[in-house]
């Protein structure tokens, strides 16, 4: 049975997954020891403790002559000592051009056989890569299990999907056959899905896999070689990722190189070059916005961003301001606020939110928010591991600088001790009050836990801005509180147009920061936050071109 | 019933012969009097001519208070006289921006009604379109009738087809419904196709409604309001075709400036303008490379082009030269090389063309071809029709610049007389020798009847020059002649790479210029002749988001 054949079965699935956008994950999210084995926790972090100090060894890429490695755990704030190979951007190039010979040239159904049997490796080492993600982005370790293990994996399946349906979305040849009267115009026509050749896909510090393997599977998928150049601070996690890759194509006589691991330094950081390199034509990138337009710009690529966006919350009405209160509290701490999709600007009018038991002023509201906050932060079984570590120092510094902006604060941010790591680099929810008029400082995101009240003349307005704030800086998440069928309306025509996806009414456990596989489409690519989506058809369609041949029937 | 129930039946075949990509049109090419009328011709001709001289009042959008036009015809050397609203580009915009708030609103089968039905009024007018299209472009009356109106509206409805198609690819709304053990997460989902706003159509001189309706229903269909801003020498055939929109628009009760004519004129071109302002968020573009590019390079633009390109025909080995030979010349001679598909560079070995014959020596075959063009243009029944006349001044001075290039001249371009008009402005074509390594010369486009043989050492240095060009100076078409199959692979390979169609051993009335909807895609996208192919998926998708809200379902 081939590697397709053995697939195929969850292939077709999640294709169909692709077009229903109900419900579905092929990796189970929890950490469950009757799923994932007994001794999978334990054998997986003992995994993790060996790569440390070492070499990591497991690659099949061709060999290197430099190794380095500055990888730092948020909660230890010590080095962990791995290193990596180092390889000039000439090599890293050449490499994937000679295995892009051989892979380009492979059917769809090979391709998809050899990537979807990666997946399956990857899950068997979840628990090594969930801790690898801990020690180098500083998530908790619910967090770092599911988000770069079944949640990546379930993103990169949709990856495959996408693309392997796309590969089919047109014959691969037909007779075309024009009546022309007395005689018929026959060609034989045949179309090809041509790959653009090499991809590089740059990874981010705080999400390494999740936001990395669309890009990889992606390309991959569609025929294109991959040069993955993780963040300097979050390689391992991918780095196991690829290695599962370069195991099954080893084990099938393809050439490993085919995705290779291009990790750097912060003192050698070898982006710019790869992604200026002439016969790179993908890029992929997560990060700042800068970067990131920089990137889109450059001529001859095809670039696919996700940057930077400042996301809102409108509060206009609600049924329980507490629960309200609760879940956008857990929203700001889950992972210290450093998810892309966590809300930054929180809209209140100044006569307060509507609820049944009559309005609710702003400062009451502040006042539950704030309540709800402490209430989770101060709780030991839950605080330290919700917030987990900020990944950056920069991010910390972010924090307390934040209480000098032109606002009341409301909330200062403090360090919170983790019961397993004294060391951790903490950092809890800072709450700062605006006025509507200061949008210089709330149209910039501040990365981290920094929540702004921001205090409106009435709905309209808060709509208006956070359309505004979309459109002109980009946002990746909305959420809002409305009990009002018109208002409602109203939010989801203006975030539309905004490109922006609305969580509406959102309580209980269930927060606007989370996109699910098969579902959510991650970012839309419609507003500055980013010009790509994960995984609508574009993302896939534009690695490759479309050629047809023909040539008369023969008489 | 609706616009929509009315032309269902048509939109549903035409999204199959999308995929199916075998011969399908819906408006039939000959224009027989059977088909069209008996009365049809003639009356397209009074029709035109009534045009002539005066203003052209057909259009229903917001009234100008100037009016001007310069058109020319090329087979009398004539202004037409016609004149054309002239609008301040501020207008257009704040128009078009008006429209939008409505069009936008409309469901997808309500605008394919109101597409679907303009293309059936336009139908009605394809012999008015035919003579407005000959006497601005050149073109001959067949060429005139047939690409302008069949051939522009069959491209048009694939358009709407593939539009239609995508934003039906995901549901409107569902349930998301994930098992959390003990209980569900139920939430209401839903996704909109929302538009990205303004789209401004550039037109070209030579093809002024079948390069622009592809991007002109593409925008429309996904919901963007359009600006179509033609050639200032090729106003009149576009214009007929917005008139008609404008008519079903205002039919019913909708905004007829949500298709406007932005027609300017040489001494107050208003393209840039036009892509530079903020509020346009779409432009599609056929013409020159340099224009192209920096469309290209507009940040925050969806650019879609259509540039210039090298188009090879490598001649390797053939069954029956002479048949070649009519077949390559004819492709030379039609509409005087002024296709975007016409081919330039024949490469051609200096050991000659294997035959079942034996060998064609180069100065045999460029004998052949020689005699097979003069065969055609001497031919007073065919020659001046399927010449036509020359577009443009410079290209006849191109002509005749070229006999200067530094090759031997082996066939004068010479002026034919057109038994119809006198005075019509006729070249054809040049034939030069050059040797290969006279690269300079024959990497550049030489728009117009210009065909350079290029003597290679052999077939391989042929394929090679071939790809090369086309990967860096872009091709839209290529012609390939071989009768040995592992040349034949060799070949389909490398073009393929080159993201370059090939045309093989076409022979008969069949010509590598020639691009049929529905099953050919025209352009790639994927080498430097443009960044966009009629019709792929992208081509629809890049026009609009997906953008997904979502709210818990209600206990």
Redesign the interface.
């Given at each position: 049975m081939s590697l397709f054949q053995k697939h195929q079965p969850l292939l077709a699935k999640a294709i169909e997954a692709l077009?229903?956008?109900?419900?579905f994950a092929a990796f189970p999210e929890h950490p469950a020891p009757a799923v994932y084995g007994e001794t999978a926790d334990a054998d997986g972090q003992t995994k993790f403790k060996n790569y440390l100090g070492k070499k990591f060894e497991e690659l099949k890429q061709t060999p290197a002559n430099a190794w380095a490695g500055e990888e730092e755990s948020p909660y230890t704030q010590e080095r962990l000592g791995i290193s990596y190979p180092q390889y000039p951007v000439s090599a890293l190039v050449e490499n994937s051009k000679k295995a892009f010979a051989s892979w380009r040239k492979l059917s769809a159904d090979e391709r998809a056989g050899i990537l979807l049997e990666s997946l399956d490796r990857v899950k068997k080492r979840f628990f090594e890569i969930a801790y690898a993600t801990m020690h180098t982005t500083g998530q908790g370790y619910m967090m770092a299990f599911q988000a770069s293990g079944p949640h990546a994996a379930d993103r990169a399946l949709e990856a495959i999907a996408a693309g392997y349906e796309?590969l089919n979305?047109?014959?691969v040849n037909?007779?075309?056959?024009?009546?022309?009267g007395k005689f018929n115009?026959q060609?034989n026509?045949e179309?090809?899905a041509?790959p653009?050749g090499i991809s590089v896909v740059i990874g981010c510090s705080t999400f390494p896999t999740w936001n990395s393997v669309t890009g990889i599977y992606g390309s991959l998928i569609t025929g294109n070689t991959v040069i993955v150049k993780p963040h300097p601070g979050a390689i391992l996690p991918i780095a196991i990722f690829v290695a599962e890759i370069q195991n099954v194509l080893t084990e099938n006589n393809l050439d490993p190189n085919t995705c290779q691991l291009g990790a750097d330094t912060f003192g050698h950081m070898i982006t710019k070059e790869l992604a200026e390199h002439p016969e790179v034509k993908l890029i992929d990138f997560t990060g700042n916005s800068l970067f990131g337009?920089y990137l889109?710009?450059l001529?001859g690529k095809t670039v696919f961003t996700e940057k930077t966006g400042v996301n809102s919350v409108i509060l206009d009405s609600v049924n329980d301001a507490d629960k309200v209160a609760a879940n956008l509290a857990f929203s700001v701490n889950l992972y210290s606020g450093q998810m892309c999709t966590a809300p930054q600007n929180f809209f209140i009018p100044e006569n307060g939110i509507d609820s049944p038991s009559g309005k609710i002023s702003f400062d009451e509201f502040a006042q539950k928010f704030i309540t709800q906050i402490n209430s989770l932060v101060d709780n030991p079984k839950a605080g330290p591991f919700v917030l987990g570590a900020v990944q950056s120092k920069k991010t910390s510094e972010r924090v307390i600088d934040s209480e000098k902006l032109a606002g009341k604060v409301l909330l200062k941010s403090r360090v919170v001790e983790n019961p397993q790591f004294k060391n951790a680099r903490t950092a809890t929810p800072v709450v700062i009050e605006l006025d509507a008029n200061k949008k210089e400082i709330f149209s910039k995101e501040l990365f981290g836990p920094i929540a702004l009240l921001i205090k409106t003349k009435n709905t309209e307005q808060s709509i208006a801005l956070a359309q505004e704030l979309a459109q002109t800086h980009g946002a990746i998440s909305c959420g809002a509180y409305t009990t009002r069928a018109e208002v409602h309306d109203q939010i989801?025509d203006a975030?539309?147009?905004a490109?922006?996806?609305?969580?509406?009414?959102?309580?209980?456990?269930?927060y606007m920061n989370q996109n699910?596989a098969f579902?959510?489409?991650h970012v839309?690519?419609?507003n500055p936050s980013g010009n790509a989506?994960f995984t609508?058809?574009?993302y896939v369609?534009?690695r490759f071109?479309?050629?047809?041949?023909?040539?008369?029937v023969k008489a």
């Open positions: 077009h229903a956008r109900t419900f796309e979305r047109f014959p037909v007779t075309w056959d024009k009546p022309m115009l060609l026509k179309w090809r041509v653009k337009s889109e710009a001529p989801a975030m539309a147009l490109a922006t996806p609305v969580s509406f009414n959102l309580t209980g456990g269930i699910a579902s959510d489409f839309t690519g419609g989506s609508n058809p574009e369609t534009k071109t479309w050629v047809g041949h023909r040539e008369p």
